[in-house]
């Protein structure tokens, strides 16, 4: 059973930095990709970033320069580095996972949540300016 846990949300000031982690169990140690996630109320959720178990990565046009997304397989944790926070990236942020069963890696034209099987319980992420 894949179990994905959220931490490091919490309340910061505009131009501020905040990292997310997403401690995961249950997942193969090849063939899978993780994401992050946000979304707001009234809004659906949008890709922020992507890695594959190849540590291939992208990054949503949104937050390219300012997130970055990284994994530590010896803790079985995903991470999101946010720098230079801004108030428009106030949100709840989702951990999510899936299998690769094709073996072909994550990279797409948008980070889609339909892609995504497991998710993590959010983290609310705050920014004031």
């Known amino acids: 059973q894949v179990r994905l846990v959220e931490s490091g949300g919490g309340s910061v000031q505009s131009g501020g930095s905040l990292r997310l982690s997403c401690v995961h169990s249950?997942?193969?140690?090849?063939?899978?990709?993780m994401a992050w996630f946000r979304q707001t109320s009234g809004k659906g959720r949008e890709g922020v970033a992507s890695?594959?178990?190849?540590?291939?990565?992208q990054v949503a046009d949104a937050v390219k320069g300012r997130f970055g997304i990284s994994q530590d397989n010896a803790k079985n944790t995903l991470y999101l580095q946010m720098n230079s926070l801004k108030s428009e990236d106030t949100a709840i942020y989702y951990c999510?996972?899936?299998?690769?069963?094709?073996?072909?890696?994550?990279?797409?034209?948008?980070?889609?949540?339909?892609?995504?099987?497991?998710w993590g319980q959010g983290t609310q992420v705050t920014v004031s300016s």
């Open positions: 999510a996972a899936a299998l690769d069963r094709a073996g072909r890696g994550y990279i797409r034209r948008q980070i889609d949540h339909h892609d995504f099987t497991f």
């Open positions: 249950g997942l193969p140690y090849k063939g899978y990709y």
């Open positions: 890695i594959d178990s190849d540590g291939d990565t």
